[in-house]
């Protein structure tokens, strides 16, 4: 299994980007995602999950809002849609699966909740 997240870049505060998580090995649409962040010198948060059938969708206070999760099943991919983006919401964002199809709000933001992990991409939010 091989998760492959990108579109991570350099973006003004205000502005969006949209993270994509291509996975292999696995249909991501049987199984729970998760979406996270770790920023130098802090822990890995979680900021989106979401269940294998998107029905469930849960987020950190801090992106609640701002952030959206969704899917494509075709393309076996999962997106992570980020607006108006601040400068804190600098770090490098990683994307997980786990091997169930549905965490719920308690299990969702923890890292050992997820069996499969992306390499990770930057984004950096600076004017």
């Known amino acids: 299994v091989q998760l492959q997240a990108s579109g991570g870049g350099l973006v003004q505060p205000g502005g969006s980007l949209r993270l994509s998580c291509e996975a292999a090995g696995l249909e991501l649409k049987y199984y729970a995602i998760g979406w996270f962040r770790q920023a130098p010198g802090k822990t890995r948060e979680g900021v989106s999950g979401?269940?294998?059938?998107?029905?469930?969708?849960y987020y950190s206070d801090s992106v609640k809002g701002r952030f959206t999760v969704s899917r494509d099943n075709v393309k076996n991919t999962v997106y992570l849609q980020m607006n108006s983006l601040k400068p804190e919401d600098t770090a490098v964002y990683y994307c997980?699966?786990?091997?169930?199809?549905?965490?719920?709000?308690?299990?969702?933001?923890?890292?050992?909740?997820?069996?499969?992990w992306g390499q990770g991409t930057q984004v950096t939010v600076s004017s």
């Open positions: 979401a269940s294998g059938s998107v029905e469930d969708t």
């Open positions: 997980a699966t786990s091997r169930t199809s549905h965490l719920g709000p308690v299990l969702w933001p923890l890292t050992v909740s997820y069996d499969y």
